[in-house]
């Protein structure tokens, strides 16, 4: 009696196909990790912007100029707080003051997320307006 060999793959064969397949899965979940990673740092990025560019929209729609130095303040947005750092630096002009703000996440690293720099100014009411008591 003379045996035949059966086709099909051997042990060797199965298991470099499983080392293979198994390589490219991680390849696979280590792109999809960072790809993750990106989004949420470009998305962190980008609400930290609108936090800084609200900020200096409030100082700009308050009432006179804000005095010189700097302060911490923080704010709830998109679901999570921010810190605002703010320095108000005097400029040349005595009606124009320098802001800057900072703005990072509760526990991410010191680095600002956002950084935005503006100018205010302290601007009279025209003169006609005031005449007539408006």
């Keep these: 009696m003379h045996l035949t060999r059966a086709g099909g793959f051997t042990l ?31 998305e962190s990025r980008t609400v930290a912007y609108w936090v ?6 409030e100082l700009r729609l308050a009432r006179g100029l804000p005095g010189v130095g700097s302060g911490n303040f923080e704010v709830e947005m998109a679901g999570r707080r921010w810190r605002i750092e703010r320095t108000i630096a005097p400029t040349p002009d005595d009606d124009v003051v320098k802001v800057q703000v900072n703005v990072s996440g509760q526990g991410d690293s010191p680095e600002p997320l956002a950084r935005l720099s503006g100018y205010l100014a302290r601007i009279d009411p025209p003169r006609e307006a005031a005449r007539n008591g408006s």
Excluded: P
């Design 52 to 57: 800084a560019g609200n900020h200096l929209a």
């Design 12 to 42: 060797i064969e199965v298991l470099a196909a499983l080392a293979i397949a198994a390589t490219g899965l991680m390849a696979l979940a280590r792109t999809l990790g960072s790809s993750i990673e990106v989004a949420d740092a470009t």
